[in-house]
């Protein structure tokens, strides 16, 4: 059976993409339309007579680019095919958005002697792709304002941890965390709380001193607190206060924690330990050595924020920090000593080696109180 022959014309006619014919001539006015199909007709406007003799340019207009167009004639001319997409108009003058590729057509010798353009509206895609990149422009907006925000919010934090942690230079750190724990607490309500109590003070502070230049003095000072306070907090101590060259350490307050007696004890045990390395610095930096004295006690306090809604201050009150305080001062004369009353050696005596020192009577109590030395070395 033969094959079925195709009718070239029939089937230009029946397409319902539009169909445009030129001849190659594309100096202007040329080319000119040599053919339109009815899908041209109804997409444009324009009726084959109306158009036919007349240039493509018939449809184009004010928002045209023709910039599209820089590469048409060389591509045409080498026998490609070429696309394009711009603004082209109705014959009614209204725009629309077309999309078209232009091929060479060829005789039997193979030269090129027509350009058949297939012609589609794509307005519509048009405007999907315009809606897409307002709507991908609207997020990378939005997302530099996130961005924005976040690097400001950044830096707030970073300002507030940094506040925070020059805040805990003054402020024990468990204070602070306790307080941010409290929710609709008042802050300066007291608590009573048994704890082990420290004192550590430099003997003969005040002849050394005296020698120095303020400068030095607080370079001395520095270097002792700086050695002691590393040592206080590896054994669960808090700083209540630097008064002078004198170190309060409580052990359980503000939070408690497990044996407190036999920590405060081996804290003091490790601070005339490390006193040996302050000693080498201070011998470096100024060229002499300080001594120190501890006192031990435990029993109940008050503890608490005082002060006004202006300024507080975490304070340890009671009859026990009084005595131990007392018998820290009974090391006046005994220099790199650890006294503790009997509230701590009944707890730390099978621990660490001890002896009585022996029953004495401190500012404050009616009654002697026994003293026990904590060997050290």
Sequence with gaps: MPPAQIDAAVLLESMSESVLITDTRLDAPGPHIIYVNPAFEKMTGWTREEVIGKSPRVLQGPKTDHSIFADL?????RGESWTGRTVNYRRDGSPFHMEWSITPVRDARGEMYQYLA?????????????????AMQVARNRLMELQKTNEKLNRLVAHQNKTLALFKKYVPEAIIDKALSEDNVDIRAGEELEVALLFCDIRGFTAIAEQLSPDQVVELLNTF?????????????EINEFTGDEIFVAFGAPLPIAKPELSSVRCALAMIDNLKSINQSLKKKLNLEITVGIGINYGPVIAGNLGSQHKLEYSITGSPVITAKRIESLTVDRPNTIFISRSIYDQVHSHVNTRPYGKVL???KNEKIDVFEVLVG
Excluded at 73 to 77: A, E, F, I, N, V
Excluded at 118 to 134: A, N
């Design 225 to 237: 607190y700086t050695g002691m306070s590393e040592v206080i907090i590896e054994y669960g101590g």
């Design 362 to 364: 401190i500012k404050g």
């Design 118 to 134: 297939v012609q589609k509206e794509v307005s519509q895609i048009v405007r999907t792709e315009m809606q897409l990149q307002e």
């Design 73 to 77: 004639r060389d591509k045409l001319s």
